[in-house]
């Protein structure tokens, strides 16, 4: 016994050896990314495949924290590039286009015929007429619902925003909140926030919000916070959300003391590994507020890049395109319940990611990435900040408005 | 025989100046490494705080400007008036540190148990002190917001409040440095001369006169190197802040160090010129403080001799 336990080691060691000294005849290539655990799974399967079609490329995939990614790419892009780093479309990528740190993949998009079968998103990953990363995934936002507790009240799923709203009456006589949400990480408000500018005054207005060409202060962003205001002023939102992270609120709808939730659809592994079942939560768009509003939506887009200091170009490239590729997108988003982007793509049988794709394909206002996508960085900081204040305390409305413009005057100068 | 000789002109410059040079050869690492972690980015701080930079693309000359807008910003003031308040409530660990020595300092069976189990909250990493009493804190699970509940009805969930958040982070980051304070107290009441109390005693000094007039003189250096280490502490608070609240509900709770950090190096922020003025804020402000300290510490070395 002591003598198998003494060469399990050594045997161990030398089967490692084996398999690097078979690895030094392929190429690397280093990829970054920022994966929970279920698309985590998902993307290491992508890329057992990649590597069964391209027997010389070894992918190393090194994952990171979350939230903490969102700190390090700026240090390991300048210092230590990977070949290719995941990220995001929109405003979210311009400082790293801008400062030089992506590389224009504008070839791989003309190569592959990817302005065709990713031409949704062409718009967002395209800065000065060239593109600078390639999309994999996309997902609805809108309003995940507890059943049980809809039957409980006596409530039907509402169409109109003032439906919502006087079912929130019903939830609070029960003791449930209407509207939950964790907004310790920020971005959950902006997308309640989002859903109630979109709602009110559309999807172009959303634009030049976050494009800074409309002031904080004016009507338009006031009625959307009076819309908001009636769900704040009477209590209807968890009340401590300031200090609870998302995953907590979603904890608070899978015990049914909270019915309803404005989130993206990755929320919903966590709803079901928290024991909720197709019977049991419900999806419905976000419901309606000015009627001649065209219903835009919001669908965040992520994205893989080419840091400008990769040393592996050509792998990366090969990998990019592989990615964009049809039936990758199918398998992938069907592992992970999301979107595919690429439009040769089948979409999942998951009746939530059906829901989303009958969702985004028949949107006629728009679609937008995220508050936080959309907006520069920093505006989107201030932004979310004044979001959460309002939430805790509606009657400072006016100081952050305030607040905010004078920002906008200092962020687009 | 030339290179003996130059051998032998070295071998006694080396003799007559070995006494002054042995010293410098010995700091000269350290100095290096000083020089290049410490005073040069205490200066390249000064310097990019008066650019407009990203930290990746071109810098832009502003002058004063980052100042200037310091002084309007209402997340800077926050800030610095969160700052004082945790140096004023942190000073606290100094004397409930010093009665929990007093108390300690006896010889009860298994007191040194007793002793670690107070030191113990000083040995755990700031970041799991955080995480507990985030979990304390926390809305419908929290220990203490149950307490309250079931005493008042009604739940508060502190680090949701923008007026209690800060209160209840410096709580957190009060369990360790009391427990270090206490800990530098008990050595210094092991150094405490017998005879002098026992002295006091037969003149009829008791509790508190006894504790004022005899004690607390002969623990001086160790009040002093509490008070330094628990000044520096709160100025430096950063760790509980940023793992307790990330400076929120709305940036109630933020103190200079983490609005430097958000400023400049945190997921929205890209602005290390604005970063770097505000650690240059911080920097003169410890400066008030350690060069006090600096100033007494070389008065009384010199008052020694």
Redesign the interface.
Known sequence: MMQLTKSAPLALAIALLATTSAMAQQRTLNYYADYDPIPLAAMEALIADFEAENPDIDVVLQNFDHEGYKTAIRNFLTTDAPDVANWYAGNRMAPFVNSGQFMDVSDVWADNGLADSLGSALASMTIDGKQWGVPYTYYQWGIYYNKDVYAQVGAEVPTTYDEFVANCALFKAAGIDCLTTGTSALWPGAGIFDYMNLRTNGYDFHMALTNGEVEWTSQGVRDTFAQWARLVEPGYITANHAAIDWQDAAALMVQGKAANYVMGNFAVGVLKEGGMTDDTLGFMPFPTINPDVPRAEEAPTDTMHIPSGATNVEDAKTFLAFVARADVQTKLNAAIGQLPMNAGSSVGDDPFIQAGFELLSTTPGGIAQFFDRDAPAEMAKIGMEGFQEFMVIPGNLDDILARLEQARQRIYQ | MAMTSTELRSRSWWRSNQQWLTPWLFLTPGLIMFALYVVWPIFESFRISFYNW????EKRWLGWGNYV?LFGD?AFKTSLRNNVIWLLLYMLAVPIGLGLAIFLNQTVRGIRIYKSLFFFPFVISQVVVGLMFSWF????FGLLYNLIEWVTGKGI????D?TLATYGIIAAGLWPQIAYCMILYLTGLNNVAPDQIEAARLDGAKGLKMLWFVILPQLRPATFIAVVVTVIGALRSFDLVSIM??G????SSRVLSYYMY?QA???????MGYGAAIAVVLFLIMMVFISGFIWKMMRDERGDR
């Open positions: 990203d930290g990746l693309g807008e209402r804190y926390a809305p419908n969930a502190i680090l949701a923008p609240t990330n929120g509900p709305f940036g958000e190096l945190s997921e929205y922020g890209y602005r």
